[in-house]
């Protein structure tokens, strides 16, 4: 910390979304956001450069995932704390995201309030775990059973995405850097691992756990 303030490093594409975050936290005394990235590249070359607590990391970034930040930053700096902030419901990243290292899971219709504790206890060594993604996790403890995405690879969850987005193979090989036949791996352990047997039903799939917004 620096005068006492949490230093805080926000990550997301959207600069409306890192103006917002940045008002945000700008109405607590102890919070100083003193770094902004819109890509991984920007972010990890901010880390190096300076002294940072927290760092808030949407899930989608143009050149990375968002997941792959967060490995990339616990393993380079593993005393900074990392809070995923995304779009996508908790049930789609946030157990993903906590098996990774991170101090907690938001949303991106999160109050500022509630942000900004994150942010506190993250900084303090703490986890920020939500009522719903306690309930979650309580269930998948109790019945032993774990939603078919959670066994997906990143690459594979990026893949399904995709595909339920309705884009071709051979759009998804570009998009990802990857062989059209590595595409049509991927897209057959998926349907494999969700017991889905079409696109249609990737789809369908997609739309109710909100992998698809």
Do not use: C, F, W
């Not at 303030?5 to 956001?33: Q, S, W, Y």
């Not at 997941?67 to 990339?72: E, F, G, H, M, T």
């Not at 789609?92 to 098996?99: D, G, P």
């Amino acid at each position: 910390m620096r005068n006492g303030k949490i230093r805080v490093m926000i990550v997301d594409d959207h600069i409306i979304v890192r103006n917002g975050v940045r008002l945000m936290l700008g109405t607590a005394d102890d919070i100083e956001v003193v770094a902004e990235a819109e890509t991984a590249e920007a972010a990890m070359a901010a880390v190096h450069a300076q002294a940072i607590d927290v760092a808030l990391i949407d899930i989608a970034l143009p050149d990375k995932n968002g997941l792959d930040l967060l490995k990339a930053i616990r393993n380079a700096k593993p005393r900074i704390a990392v809070l995923m902030l995304s779009m996508y419901a908790e049930q789609v990243y946030a157990v993903r995201a906590l098996k990774l290292g991170a101090a907690g899971y938001l949303t991106k219709n999160t109050p500022a309030a509630t942000i900004a504790e994150a942010v506190r206890k993250a900084a303090a060594g703490g986890r920020h775990v939500s009522s719903t993604l306690t309930e979650q996790l309580a269930s998948m403890i109790a019945d032993g059973t774990v939603a078919a995405h959670e066994t997906l690879s990143h690459r594979e969850l990026e893949v399904l995405k995709l595909l339920a987005a309705g884009e071709s193979l051979v759009r998804i090989a570009e998009m990802l850097h990857l062989s059209p036949s590595t595409v049509t791996t991927y897209r057959a352990r998926i349907l494999s691992k969700t017991g889905t047997r079409s696109n249609v039903e990737l789809t369908r799939y997609a739309l109710e756990t909100g992998i698809l917004m």
